[in-house]
């Protein structure tokens, strides 16, 4: 059994004070835009620089957001539901080839080891100016130092398909089948509890307190942000913005993810690295080591 808690989003985050130190009026809305304004804000001399890519762990997650920028995914799902890979698709090398852009013109981080955690606080402290942004980590960037009237939010830039697209995330609740049953009633009793309009209001009430509101949805229609905080004018609007636009993560992304981590880490440490080879490359030994047994499953699965 599962619950739904509360919903977020994942959209751009840029810092408005380095934005404003460097002249810098508007979030970027195109892929090219986004360049040339990491371009100007980079400064190595102060170690600041425009764009923050993950190199070193999960790097599919950030990644699969500049594919479905460029009108394309990594896999698919076939009508009999087996699993269809399109890493040699050309929104990927179109995705990847940018990557390379921003590493070879020294406009994203130079560390490629940093992990989340630390990409996040790079942001925070006003060395990263834009990066991808779940909207519950304003309060986690507000803790690490950063001003919330800084931390601007806007939808990803558009790449080649002219279109900004997103994903629609949410948390849950989750019970045990096979716990004892006063496991489980205790379990129920305690969801109860934490998904109830009184414990999500005092949630609410507290993060104001503590000085950041998250811009998430929360699932009851009765709990209303606005009228218990004064939630970022600005927020509210780019959630609108977004609405309809979120889609879920790619199709057996649970197999496949380590294959993508590797291709996007080499061609971020190799920029002599063809992306369109290696993205080849890793298509054929995924299908080899993992995708072939997966289809045969599904398709043993769906005779019975």
Known sequence: MCFSTVH?????AYNKAVFRE????NPPATWEEAYETAKKITNPDTQTYGYGVLGSEWTDWFFQYYVWQAGGDLTKR????????????????EAANYYQKLRRDGVSQPD?????????????????????????????????????????????????????????????????????????????????????KESMERTIEASADKGAVDPIHYPRTDV?????TDMNPEYQEVLKKIEGTGRLEYEG????????????????????????????????????????????????????
């Open 8 to 12: 977020e989003h994942f959209l751009l």
């Open 22 to 25: 460097a002249g810098i009026e």
């Open 78 to 93: 076939n009508a009999d539901g087996t699993l269809e890979l399109t890493f040699t698709d050309p929104a990927v090398i």
């Open 112 to 196: 490629l080891t940093l992990k989340f955690n630390e990409l996040i606080e790079k942001f925070a402290q006003g060395k990263i100016a834009m990066m991808p942004f779940a909207t519950d980590w304003v309060s986690t960037a507000a803790s690490l130092g950063a001003k919330v009237d800084d931390i601007g939010l806007c939808p990803f830039p558009a790449g080649p398909s002219g279109k900004s697209v997103t994903t629609s995330l949410g948390y849950n609740w989750v019970i045990n089948a096979k716990s004892s049953p006063e496991k489980q009633d205790a379990a129920w009793r305690y969801i109860a509890f934490m998904s109830s």
């Open 224 to 228: 209303n942000v606005s009228e218990l």
């Open 253 to 304: 992304k649970d197999i496949i993810s380590p294959y993508v981590d590797r291709t996007v880490q080499k061609i971020l440490a190799d920029l002599n690295a063809d992306p369109e080879k290696e993205f080849a490359a890793a298509s054929e030994q995924a299908q080899k080591e993992v995708v072939d047994q997966y289809n045969k499953e599904v398709l043993e699965k769906a005779e019975k």
